[in-house]
Structures are given as C-alpha cells and as structure tokens.
C-alpha cells in the first residue's frame, strides 16, 4: 500500500454542487493536491492515443458512470505523480458503492469525506448558466436531466454509507461562494486539527 499515509478526502456532492470551486480553494489554503476524476476523465478523453477516448465521451455525455478500473487507474497515476504531497482531494469519485469500495481496498481508506449538500433546482440553475460558457458536453438539461438521476440512485447512497460510519463533513452549499467556502474552511482546519496535523 503505497498510499497507506496519505490524508486522502474525498469531495462529493451533486452536479454543479461547488466541488470543483472549493476544491481550488483548498489545495490553496491546506496544501491538497487536487484530483478531479471528471477532469482526468476528460483529459484522457482527449489523448490521441487513448483506448477509451470514445467510451468516455459517450459515458460524460449521457451522465452514464465510467467503469472504475478506468477512473481508479488515473487517480492512482495521478497520486503517484505526486509522491513528496501527503494530501490529496478526490473530488467527484466514488460516484457508486462499488467505485468505493474498490478504491478503499486497493488504493487507499479515506479519512474524510466532504459533501457539498444542494437543492436540485440551485444545482440546475447553476449547471445551466455555467453551460453558456463551459463547453462541456453535459452542462445542457438532456445530460443534466440524466446526470440527477445516477447521482440520486447511484452516487448519494455512497454518502449515507460513509455518514453511517461517521466519516461525512456536510457543508450547505447554498450562500455566497465565499460563505459556502468559509464553511468548508472552517471544517477542514477542525479535521486537521482532530488529527493532530
Ligand atoms: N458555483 C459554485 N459555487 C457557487 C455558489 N456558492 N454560488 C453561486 N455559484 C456557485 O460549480 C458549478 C457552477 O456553480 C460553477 O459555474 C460555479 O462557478 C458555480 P463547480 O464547482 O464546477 O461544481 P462541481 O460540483 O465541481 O460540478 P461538476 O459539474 O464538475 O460536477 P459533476 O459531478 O457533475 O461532474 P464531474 O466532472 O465530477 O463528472 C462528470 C461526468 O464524468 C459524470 O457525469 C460521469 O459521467 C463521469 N465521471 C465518472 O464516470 N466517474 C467519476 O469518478 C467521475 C466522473
Ligand atoms: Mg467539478
């Protein structure tokens, strides 16, 4: 177990929730280095040589969840990229009970987990104007239509089992995005702080 020392959190919420906003923040503040599992998804989606160029595509597209030996292979890469940092945010993943618990038995426990709590419609007023600049192929009400659904049947019960064993930090999301933000500070230097870093 490489990874065995890390303080790994990982950062989950809905679509649109504020995981990649407050994720910047973090890694500013707290020394994480930040890993998207969309954003590596889409980053390997653009690779030439890539195998899974067009399952990725196709799977952000429809809000569909990529197979996890895929996902679970970048963020393994991308930490070990990483060896001098002890800290890592995986924001977006696990996105289902089973992405979980193969990322905790072969790469590494997490110690927190972040959840950014959101009202459908905030979350799709937010997508939606987001879509006019994004470019991203699934901030459009098809996709995002689609992409509600696997978080509520597939990605929320993933939060309830961690709540269940007392790993969850819930921060509302609703507010300002430097009140949401100071509340997930906040949090977080109480985390570090409980662990003695
Ligand atoms: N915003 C943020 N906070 C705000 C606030 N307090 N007030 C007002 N506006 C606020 O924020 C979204 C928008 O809201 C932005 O415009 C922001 O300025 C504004 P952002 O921080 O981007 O939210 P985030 O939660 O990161 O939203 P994102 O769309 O990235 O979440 P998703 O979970 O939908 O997307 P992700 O990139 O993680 O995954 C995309 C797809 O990849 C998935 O649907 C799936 O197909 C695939 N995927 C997998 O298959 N496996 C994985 O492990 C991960 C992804
Ligand atoms: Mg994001």
Redesign the pocket.
């Known amino acids: 177990f490489p990874f065995s020392k890390k303080t790994v959190v990982f950062v989950l919420?809905?679509?649109?929730?504020?995981?990649?906003?407050?994720s910047a923040k973090l890694v500013e503040d707290f020394g994480f280095v930040h890993l998207?599992?969309?954003?590596l998804?889409r980053e390997e989606q653009k690779r030439e040589v890539s195998q899974y160029g067009e399952l990725i595509a196709h799977?952000?597209r429809e809000?569909?969840?990529?197979p996890h030996e895929i996902?679970i292979g970048l963020l393994r890469n991308a930490m070990m990229d990483r060896p001098e940092c002890n800290r890592f945010l995986i924001?977006?993943?696990?996105?289902n009970l089973v992405?979980a618990k193969a990322f905790e038995d072969t790469v590494c426990r997490a110690k927190k987990v972040l959840y950014?709590e959101c009202p459908e419609s905030i979350l799709l007023e937010?997508?939606l104007?987001?879509g006019k600049t994004?470019g991203?192929s699934?901030d459009n009400i098809e996709s995002i239509k689609k992409?509600f659904k696997?978080y509520v049947n597939d990605s929320k019960p993933v939060i309830d089992a961690f709540e269940e064993q007392g790993r969850v930090i819930t921060i509302s999301?609703q507010?300002?995005?430097d009140?949401?933000y100071k509340n997930a500070y906040d949090q977080m230097a109480a985390f570090f702080k409980e662990i003695g870093q």
């Not at 998207?36 to 954003?39: E, F, I, L, Q, V």
């Not at 809000?63 to 990529?66: F, L, S």
């Not at 924001?91 to 996105?95: E, L, Q, S, T, V």
């Open positions: 919420g809905g679509p649109g929730s504020g995981k990649g906003t407050n998207s599992a969309g954003d998804l799977n952000i809000g569909i969840i990529v996902t924001d977006g993943f696990p996105r992405q950014f937010r997508l104007d987001r994004s991203r699934d992409r696997v999301c507010g300002s995005v009140a949401v």
